[in-house]
């Protein structure tokens, strides 16, 4: 998908490694990768679930499909809120924090208004 949104369409257009355009093709892909804490929700249980994902997307899917056993019983569940991180370590940090007595405080708060309109 990221070569495709460069311009590039099949696989004898790809850069040749040594190129300047290779590097800056690798810079520009490497520029793409995030690193995902995801909040889900199921409103009729009230469960609220935090992870954490290189592929937010594939994971949400895999929640919904049963094949995360901490949440096969809660589906459906909806993603309500997500935040994206250039380093792995930084977003496992948040996903620790989130996932304590604080963090959860804090996610309560800032999405007070989605809460309030979920009763």
């Not at 949104?5 to 520009?28: D, H, K, M």
């Not at 990768?33 to 679930?49: A, E, P, T």
């Not at 935090?50 to 994971?59: A, D, F, P, T, V």
């Not at 019983?73 to 977003?91: G, M, Q």
Request: zero cysteines; proline letters at 3%; hydrophobic letters at 35%.
């Amino acid at each position: 998908m990221a070569l495709y949104l460069l311009g590039v369409r099949n696989e004898q257009n790809l850069p040749q490694p040594g190129t300047e355009w290779y590097l800056r093709t690798s810079f520009i892909i490497n520029l793409m990768k995030f690193f995902y804490i995801y909040v889900l929700y199921n409103s009729s249980k009230n469960f609220i679930y935090i992870g954490y994902s290189e592929n937010l997307k594939e994971r949400v899917l895999k929640h919904n499909s049963g094949q995360v056993r901490s949440t096969e019983s809660y589906s459906p569940l909806v993603l309500i809120f997500y935040e994206a991180y250039r380093t792995k370590s930084d977003a496992k940090r948040r996903e620790v924090h989130l996932k304590s007595n604080k963090g959860r405080t804090t996610l309560r708060t800032m999405l007070k208004d989605y809460f309030d309109q979920e009763k």
